[in-house]
């Protein structure tokens, strides 16, 4: 597998640059010509997988989210979006359409449903107190227009 172009991005932990990342993931794909509904796709499961970060891994308090983001020769597109938060005790649990650790508030879940409803594969890695790093994949099989240029 070789690496055609790859991102990363770190940014604070606001509600408001959960936008900014779609913007960034939607920029990184272009040169891929994907399609609107491939956009969409990962568009979306890109902005369950940052407001996660935000509101569940970090609840309120400061931190950074990283966005991560590499496509290869193989046409698999990779997001990595990670955060040094509370971390998730049960990640499988956490997967259950309608979970949330966010108490008295009205929520649909962490959104893991929707990002794989959306994803080829979804991966989830945490631990409590470490943060939780998710990557979405999905195949989006790059035409010449994202081979590397020779300026």
């Known amino acids: ?3 055609i172009n790859e991102m990363r991005l770190d940014f604070p932990a606001l509600a408001e640059n959960e936008g900014f990342a779609r913007l960034v993931v939607s ?13 969409a796709d990962v ?4 902005s369950e997988a940052v407001t996660n970060a935000i509101i569940h891994g970090y609840g309120g308090r400061r931190g950074t ?3 991560h983001g590499a496509y290869t020769s193989e046409g698999l597109l990779y997001i990595d979006v990670i ?11 956490a997967r ?21 409803s959306f ?4 991966e ?24 590397p240029r020779r300026a």
């Open 119 to 122: 994803m080829d594969k979804v």
């Open 124 to 147: 989830v890695k945490s631990a409590p107190g470490e943060g939780t790093s998710v990557r979405l994949i999905k195949r989006v099989d790059a035409g010449e227009a994202a081979l």
């Open 27 to 39: 920029g990184f794909m272009l040169p891929l010509d994907p399609t609107m509904e491939a956009l």
């Open 65 to 67: 989210v990283r966005l």
């Open 43 to 46: 568009k979306t499961a890109v």
């Open 1 to 3: 597998m070789r690496i």
């Open 83 to 93: 955060d040094r938060g509370r971390g998730i005790e049960d990640v499988e649990r």
């Open 96 to 116: 259950q359409p309608f979970y949330t650790t966010s108490e008295g508030e009205e929520r649909s879940g962490m959104g893991f449903t929707v990002m794989e």
